[in-house]
């Protein structure tokens, strides 16, 4: 059974930082590309982050570029997202999800086969 287990949400002064993490089981971690989405109240789930499922490439949504960091450790089966300079408009749930490896990594939520439950994030101004 495949588990994917967020951590790290809270309340944040805008201008701070948070750092998720996922911690992933029942699956071969190592043959799956890693991301983190989105969804704020009212609005549909969006893409935030990936990661491939050697490390080497990442990609990012362009209003988290340069302020996110999304990385893995295959030997702990955990995807770490560093979150700094927080907006009140990263308030949102976060969800992390596992995709089996393509040639490039996918935006899309149809790409990705297994998604954790969710962990809330909110933002003060």
């Known amino acids: 059974q495949v588990q994917l287990v967020e951590s790290g949400g809270g309340l944040v002064q805008a201008g701070g930082s948070l750092r998720l993490s996922c911690a992933a089981s029942?699956?071969?971690?190592?043959?799956?590309?890693m991301a983190w989405f989105r969804q704020a109240p009212g609005k549909e789930r969006e893409f935030v982050a990936a990661i491939s499922w050697s490390g080497g490439n990442t990609d990012y949504a362009d209003s988290v570029k340069g302020r996110f960091t999304i990385s893995r450790d295959n030997a702990k089966n955990t995807v770490p997202l560093q979150m700094n300079s927080l907006k009140p408009e990263d308030t949102a749930v976060y969800y992390c999800?596992?995709?089996?490896?393509?040639?490039?990594?996918?935006?899309?939520?149809?790409?990705?086969?297994?998604w954790g439950q969710g962990t809330q994030v909110t933002v003060s101004s």
């Open positions: 999800a596992a995709g089996q490896t393509t040639s490039s990594l996918k935006r899309i939520e149809s790409a990705y086969d297994y």
């Open positions: 029942g699956l071969t971690f190592s043959r799956y590309a």
